[in-house]
């Protein structure tokens, strides 16, 4: 349990007038209660503001606040914006299953974790890589997944399927997700695949849309790399990652997804619940 914070950084969504002005209000709230406070927008190399004014910060922050929503979360994980620092999420967005506090909420909910701490979760995060020939033309780190669907055209795709060492099959779909445990709340259980307790170390593989195939979502160990190779031609395919980073793929690209060097920490409180948050945002029926 993590008790002594003297020092949070907040991390707000950008080009939000809205949650600007809600980040200096937590900031204003923090200082109150003698926190000192590191404020920037989450854009790359944004300029960091301290509150109060003039305080000279001695050491990084022990709690970083990410005023947004899931997208915010997602894109201040990807850019390094505090590694190492345990992420805790204000949702100002729409479903927010990654955040722990909202708008009416957010003065109980850090009141209790700065009298009480917080418990720090880990949450594994993927490296996204394509390979074209004998070249890597595109290298990445996600969050939540990685998802290999068509353009504009309603065509097919073929994959040849890697799982660890073993030559799986090879898919015609329209598409295929590679999730982290953290991700199986999104696109993963949309297309078809389980709801994953997030502190497990696996990745699920999910086909959008089989043709013809026995082909059925699996969980493999996040330490076998999920090797997907397009083998269909002219089917204008693309990768995403997180749902926020775009890469046209070519007929013949290959695309690996292993667990990443890098992880997220999460800050909990002890009272919250996994199965409650499920319940809440909607995922399971109440008991």
Same mark, same amino acid.
């Given at each position: 349990?993590?008790?002594?914070?003297k020092t949070?950084l907040i991390?707000?969504? =950008? &080009?939000?007038?809205?949650?600007? #002005?809600m980040a200096?209000?937590?900031?204003?709230? $923090?200082a109150?209660?003698?926190?000192?406070?590191?404020?920037?927008e989450?854009v790359? &190399?944004?300029?960091?503001?301290?509150?109060?004014?003039?305080?000279?910060v001695t050491?990084p !922050?022990?709690?970083?606040l990410?005023?947004?929503?899931?997208?915010?979360?997602l894109?201040?994980?990807?850019?390094?914006a =505090?590694d #190492?620092?345990?992420?805790?999420?204000?949702?100002?967005?729409r479903? #927010?299953?990654?955040?722990?506090?909202?708008p009416?909420?957010?003065?109980?909910v850090?009141?209790?974790?700065?009298?009480?701490g917080f418990?720090? =979760?880990r949450?594994?995060?993927?490296?996204?890589?394509?390979?074209?020939?004998?070249e890597?033309? +595109?290298?990445?780190?996600? $969050?939540?997944d990685a998802?290999?669907? @068509?353009?504009a055209m309603a @065509?097919?795709?073929a994959? *040849?399927?890697t799982?660890?060492?073993?030559?799986v /099959?090879?898919?015609r779909a329209?598409g295929?997700?590679v999730?982290?445990?953290?991700?199986s709340?999104? +696109? /993963?259980?949309?297309?078809?695949?389980p709801l994953i307790y997030p502190?497990l170390?696996? %990745? /699920?593989?999910?086909?959008?849309?089989?043709f013809l195939?026995d082909f *059925?979502?699996?969980v493999?160990?996040?330490?076998?790399?999920v090797?997907?190779a %397009?083998? =269909? !031609?002219?089917?204008?395919? +693309?990768?995403? /990652?997180?749902g926020?980073?775009l890469f046209p %793929?070519?007929?013949? &690209?290959?695309v690996?997804?292993?667990?990443?060097?890098?992880? $997220?920490? $999460?800050? *909990?409180?002890a009272?919250?619940?996994?199965?409650g948050?499920?319940? %809440?945002k909607?995922?399971i029926? *109440?008991?």
């Amino acid at each position: 349990m993590h008790r002594d914070i003297k020092t949070v950084l907040i991390i707000h969504k =950008a &080009d939000h007038e809205q949650v600007r #002005g809600m980040a200096w209000t937590v900031a204003d709230w $923090l200082a109150a209660r003698g926190i000192t406070v590191l404020l920037r927008e989450n854009v790359p &190399d944004a300029p960091t503001a301290v509150v109060p004014v003039g305080t000279v910060v001695t050491g990084p !922050p022990q709690l970083a606040l990410i005023l947004g929503g899931d997208g915010t979360m997602l894109s201040a994980a990807r850019q390094r914006a =505090a590694d #190492g620092i345990p992420f805790f999420g204000i949702n100002l967005g729409r479903v #927010g299953f990654m955040t722990s506090a909202g708008p009416d909420n957010w003065r109980e909910v850090l009141a209790d974790i700065l009298e009480h701490g917080f418990i720090e =979760a880990r949450r594994i995060m993927i490296e996204v890589s394509v390979i074209r020939g004998s070249e890597t033309v +595109y290298t990445t780190t996600a $969050l939540n997944d990685a998802v290999i669907s @068509r353009g504009a055209m309603a @065509r097919l795709a073929a994959f *040849k399927v890697t799982l660890g060492d073993a030559d799986v /099959c090879t898919l015609r779909a329209d598409g295929v997700v590679v999730s982290t445990p953290t991700g199986s709340t999104a +696109y /993963c259980v949309s297309a078809g695949g389980p709801l994953i307790y997030p502190g497990l170390d696996v %990745l /699920c593989v999910v086909p959008i849309c089989p043709f013809l195939s026995d082909f *059925k979502p699996v969980v493999v160990p996040a330490d076998s790399p999920v090797r997907l190779a %397009l083998s =269909a !031609p002219e089917t204008n395919m +693309y990768l995403t /990652c997180d749902g926020q980073e775009l890469f046209p %793929l070519d007929d013949n &690209d290959v695309v690996v997804v292993r667990k990443s060097t890098r992880s $997220l920490k $999460l800050a *909990k409180r002890a009272k919250d619940s996994y199965f409650g948050r499920l319940r %809440l945002k909607g995922f399971i029926n *109440k008991p």
